[in-house]
């Protein structure tokens, strides 16, 4: 299958080629040329495999005629060999899990299946790769372990000084030289522009093959659908019924992979985006007129985007806004309402969540307790213990996976806003590097 732009002006390419692009060359975001339809005889196939053949057979749709094609099956096993649990917390209530990976948070599944393509399918040309990631929080550790895992690409992660948690940051900066982690004397929208402004750098592509990892790069979006997948037909089987989720949403990429797998006939009903305080996508909803603005900070720091890029995405699927509104909702989420819903789930159901997935949980208890909704949980509790711990007043048990990357080394540099400092700060760096190699 072939991949076009959201702007349709860029040529069709192959999913490996639009992977390594990351952005179309016009400006837009890959999504897939032509939707296939699964028939209840395949979703009955399907719904008989486990998870990773399961993601397999699903990518194997996507990447038809694509040299990584063969490959599906060994990276599927290889990135996802961990558990994706639907956990009943209520009548009507359960969660999905997606926080068993190496980093404890959703982005493992993209970011694991991401570094291996690449590193699989990746064409020389001369330029020496680089990955240049910004970060909100969790997107950086888990494209910094799996391109550390997977590959010998080198990674630079950016992040906002100061706007992610302690342990979050050690997540960052623990995974030695192939990975430099910088502080930004910004915001999350800084490191995101400067991601940009590297990409159009005649600077910085005469040096660098620059790849994207972030959520616009269609090799993360697709390995996401397949969690929605497999929960959607653990409820056909349970339930008979369609599957309905709550998705904590800031960038969006989440919710655009559970809106395709809706789309190729998995069985999915309404989708709900909840976010924070960031109101860009839930304003849209209310009044038709779309406009980004500036991030606010939040206590759900990872969905402080202020003005998410996959809505392009969401757009193109749905460029008709009475079926975006029939199938979609949006809710807004404040920060006194995280914390009543994480008081609320531990007292209730003695599940302790981290702010992102309390944003999904407070948009559910807006809703009939009789209907059924799966709360998705994007990220383990144990990395946002200082919210946590002093609202609930008890410790929360460190997974062992994060406790191995805790107990690493981590070294941070600190950066101005602008790539220009970035660039020299890189050669600076290797050239004492050189020099200190030599000596
Ligand atoms: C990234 C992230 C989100 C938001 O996901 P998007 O795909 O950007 O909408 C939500 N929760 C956690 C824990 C995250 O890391």
């Known amino acids: ?62 990447f038809e005629g694509d040299p990584l094609e063969a490959k599906l099956g060994e990276i599927s096993r290889a990135a996802f060999d961990f558990p994706v649990p639907l956990k009943p917390l209520a009548p009507g209530t359960s969660m999905l899990e997606l926080f068993h990976g190496p980093t404890c948070a959703f982005k493992d599944f993209g970011a694991r299946f991401l570094a291996m393509a690449l590193s699989s399918g990746l064409e ?8 240049v990631v910004a970060t909100s929080g969790d997107t950086g550790g888990a494209v910094a372990a799996a391109f550390a895992q997977f590959t010998r ?6 992040y906002p000084e100061g706007g992610v948690s302690a342990r979050q940051e050690r997540q960052l900066s623990c995974w030695g030289k192939q990975v430099r982690a910088f502080a930004v004397r910004g915001s999350f929208d800084d490191c995101q522009r400067m991601v940009k402004e590297a990409c159009a750098s005649a600077a ?8 994207s990892a972030n959520s616009i790069n269609v090799g993360r979006l697709l ?3 397949g969690y929605y997948a497999q929960a959607s037909l653990r409820m ?52 038709g007129t779309w406009a980004g603005r500036p991030s606010v900070a939040t206590l759900a720091n990872a969905m402080d985007v202020g003005s998410p890029s996959n809505m392009e995405r969401v757009f193109h699927l749905y460029p008709d806004r009475a079926e975006l509104c029939q199938e979609l909702e949006a809710v807004s989420v404040s920060d006194d309402e995280i914390r009543a819903a994480i008081r609320e789930s531990y007292r209730e159901f003695g ?7 309390a944003v999904a949980l407070h948009a559910r208890r807006q809703r009939p307790a009789d209907e059924p909704w799966i709360v998705v949980g994007t990220a383990h509790p144990a990395k946002f213990e200082s919210v946590i711990e002093p609202l609930l007043g008890v410790q929360v048990p460190v997974p062992s996976a994060l406790e191995r990357i805790l107990a690493l080394p981590s070294r941070h540099e600190r950066v101005e806003a602008e790539i220009e400092v970035l660039l ?16």
């Open 236 to 287: 056909l089987r349970s339930t008979g019924g369609a599957a309905q989720f709550i998705i904590p949403s800031g960038n969006l990429g989440n919710a655009v992979a559970c809106l395709w797998a809706k789309k190729v006939g998995f069985p999915i009903g309404r989708v709900v985006l909840a976010h924070n305080a960031n109101r860009a996508v839930p304003d849209y909803f209310l009044s």
């Open 424 to 439: 020299r700060r890189i050669d600076s760096n290797r050239y004492k590097r050189l020099k200190s190699d030599a000596s």
């Open 223 to 225: 390995p996401q659908m």
């Open 153 to 158: 690409i080198p990674v630079l992660v950016l």
């Open 1 to 62: 299958m072939k991949f076009v732009s959201t702007r349709a002006s860029a040529a069709a390419v192959t999913p490996s080629h639009a992977i390594a692009q990351g952005l179309a060359s016009d400006g837009g975001l890959f999504v897939p040329e032509r939707w296939f339809s699964l028939s209840a005889a395949e979703l009955e196939r399907l719904s008989g495999l486990g998870f990773a053949e399961l993601q397999a057979a699903i990518l194997g749709r996507f």
């Open 204 to 211: 910085w592509r005469r040096r660098f093959q620059l790849l």
């Open 124 to 131: 020389s040309n001369g330029r020496e790769p680089l990955v």
């Open 351 to 357: 599940e302790v969540l981290c702010p992102h997935t």
